[in-house]
């Protein structure tokens, strides 16, 4: 059954709200300000949260994130008396679901709510699904959570995707999960890296050639575009894509036909087109930098990647797994990691996001030599100086995993405590398991003492492969 909280500092309208969402079958609570909201929030699991904007202690508006970055994540609709366009527009950016005016039309309440719990229940969270593929995207903080949710959506759509980013936050890693979690997962995937296609060979690189085409066209060339048919295409950095080749893109992409160099017919193909850039293409529209027709064609749906300094959760985790994946691919001993290297590790803003940390990881595995596990001292000088200027302030150190939460300076709950315990024992059994085993899963699952498909979710679950 759902859970519903009100966040309202009007009783009255508090006890109608549970009464309405009683009547409707689903169990209700309600706090009078943000703070006991929050705290409702990290004690029991909720689906959906109405939040009022003037509360006693917080804007409703800026606290939105907050309830979104609780383990359930719940889906927030606010409530106001005042009718306000820009309230509106700032709500729906920071990830709420609906925005209403008070009173509320409890006939609109209703709709809402169903939509909201049936949107839960059948799409918003199918990410944890056993059967979806991660395709090497590591970690379960909130932030990436949402965007996994984006990714399972696009994947079962038949719309063109663009994804957003920084440099360095795996985007690729978004684009191979959306074609294996899609119809299409059994095709070709095809990565074009539109910063690195010459020039003067750039139509027959993408459409191909026939044979005789143009000097040293000595045989026919299919081309990506070709290759790629009943699959994906990802078209990497695709704010670098030159105008000029913009434009034949776009009647690709439109008409799902495009002539080779030197050919006579047109030739069809079906693919879905999967897009990703670092940049701000909505400005390079404006600029005239970026067709606009083809900017619309690609964003069907828009997956923003969150960047590292914004997922702390998950950089234990993520460092875990590299330093798993980098000593195994290179034949060391499985090194561990102290509290005090994550801590370290938390210090930095990423900029280069996950690449940055994984160059630190095989820096401080090279440092470590045979020591067996990483400290602080195995890291690079800059990262060194940086942990230790930080603990001269007076403010006690916590390790990454037990960091407190953002928001409101509280300690996590007993539930995700245990959890995240739970989870860095289980990784370093599944690690040393798969050592073990040599890489064959009937052995690991003999040694484990459990099933095969049991085996596949844990090894997903923490980024771990089978490999002799």
Not at 267 to 274: A, H, L, P, S, T
Request: proline residues 4%; glycine residues 6%; hydrophobic residues 40%.
């Amino acid at each position: 059954m759902a859970e519903i909280l009100i966040v309202d500092d009007d009783p009255i309208l508090c006890k109608q709200l549970e009464l309405y969402a009683d009547k409707l079958g689903y169990e209700s609570d309600s706090e009078n300000s943000f703070q006991a909201g929050i705290e409702a929030c990290r004690t029991d699991e909720f689906d959906v949260v109405f939040l009022d904007v003037n509360l006693p202690d917080v804007n409703g508006l800026k606290g939105i994130s907050a309830f979104k970055k609780t383990q359930s994540s719940p889906e927030v609709i606010i409530i106001t008396s005042e009718s306000d366009p820009d309230g509106a527009e700032l709500a729906l950016r920071n990830g709420a679901w609906y925005y209403l005016e008070k009173p509320l039309a409890y006939k609109t309440v209703q709709l809402i709510l169903d939509r909201v719990i049936q949107f839960r229940k059948n799409i918003g969270r199918s990410f944890l699904d056993n059967s979806f593929d991660r395709a090497g995207i590591i970690g379960s903080s909130p932030e990436l959570n949402s965007c996994l949710t984006s990714i399972s959506l696009a994947a079962k759509s038949i719309g063109n995707v663009l994804i957003t980013g920084e440099t360095g936050t795996g985007k690729e890693l978004i684009a191979r999960s959306i074609h294996a979690n899609s119809p299409r997962k059994k095709q070709p995937f095809v990565i074009i890296d539109c910063t690195n296609i010459p020039e003067t060979l750039a139509e027959s690189v993408l459409f191909g050639h026939e044979k005789g085409a143009f000097t040293d066209a000595r045989q026919k060339n299919k081309g990506l575009i070709t290759q790629a048919d009943k699959g994906t295409v990802f078209l990497d950095e695709i704010g670098d894509l030159d105008l000029t080749l913009q434009r034949s893109l776009l009647r690709v992409i439109q008409e799902k036909k495009f002539r080779p160099v030197g050919a006579a017919r047109e030739q069809e193909v079906d693919c879905r087109f999967v897009a990703a850039t670092n940049r701000n293409l909505e400005k390079m529209v404006e600029a005239g930098e970026f067709r606009s027709d083809l900017y619309f064609r690609l964003a069907t749906f828009i997956i923003q990647v969150p960047a590292l300094k914004t997922r702390q959760g998950d950089i234990a985790k993520l460092t875990r797994h590299y330093v798993y994946k980098i000593c195994h691919e290179n034949q060391l001993e499985i090194k561990t990691v102290t509290p005090d290297f994550l801590e370290a590790l938390a210090t930095c803003d990423w900029p280069g996001n996950v690449r940055e940390l994984i160059n630190i990881i095989y820096v401080s595995i090279a440092n470590a030599g045979g020591d067996s596990t990483l400290s602080p001292h195995h890291l690079p000088m800059e990262f060194k100086v940086r942990y230790i200027q930080s603990t001269l302030d007076g403010t006690p150190r916590k390790p990454l995993d037990l960091a407190e939460p953002e928001s409101d300076g509280m300690l996590s709950s007993l539930k995700e405590f245990r959890q995240a315990e739970l989870d860095k024992i289980e990784f370093r059994y599944i690690a040393k398991l798969v050592s073990h085993s040599s890489g064959k899963a009937s052995k690991a699952c003999k040694i484990a003492g459990i099933s095969r498909s049991r085996l596949y979710q844990l090894l997903r679950k923490h980024g771990l492969e089978l490999k002799k």
